[in-house]
């Protein structure tokens, strides 16, 4: 039997973050290249905070896609950042990124990134980049929290 606590946001994500998760904003995605230094695009990105999970769509082809991959190559799961700005209010979720190309999980983002952004082109090289959040740095929580400053 579930109740409403089992359905409430991991702690990590306050429902400042998820509030600001809900706006229209561009972010930015870090992923590491093989030589350890930082790959920093423009993404947008979900959130599904019942799970704790990011989602960004991108090409099966695109460089993060293959950073990810190579991370996953050398032994362990890929570690990513994603940076939300809004003038002074910003967040950055941490955590661990797999890449994901079955046709469901391609589906629920593509969903997902209509409901926040718009519908996305067609893409058939499409995959999805599923981040584990394990870390939530940022002023968010103050600043779109439910109790906001004056």
């Known amino acids: 039997m579930s109740s409403a606590a089992d359905s409430a946001p991991p702690p990590l994500l306050g429902p400042g973050v998820v509030a600001f998760f809900t706006e229209r904003h561009l972010a930015t995605l870090t992923t590491l290249r093989a030589d350890g230094s930082p790959h920093v695009v423009p993404v947008g ?21 293959r950073h ?40 629920e983002a593509e969903a997902r990134y209509a409901v926040r952004y718009q519908q996305p082109r067609v893409n058939p090289a499409r995959v999805v980049l599923e981040i584990s959040i394990d870390r939530v740095l940022g002023n968010a929580e103050r600043w779109r929290g439910p109790e906001e400053p004056q």
């Open 45 to 65: 990105v979900t959130l599904d905070a019942a799970t704790g999970t990011a989602r960004v769509i991108t090409s099966g082809t695109s460089a993060k896609v």
């Open 68 to 107: 990810v991959r190579g991370g996953q190559a050398q032994g362990g799961p890929a570690r990513v950042a994603v940076c939300q700005v809004d003038g002074k209010v910003w967040t950055t979720l941490e955590g661990t990124a797999v890449v994901r190309e079955d046709a469901g999980s391609v589906a």
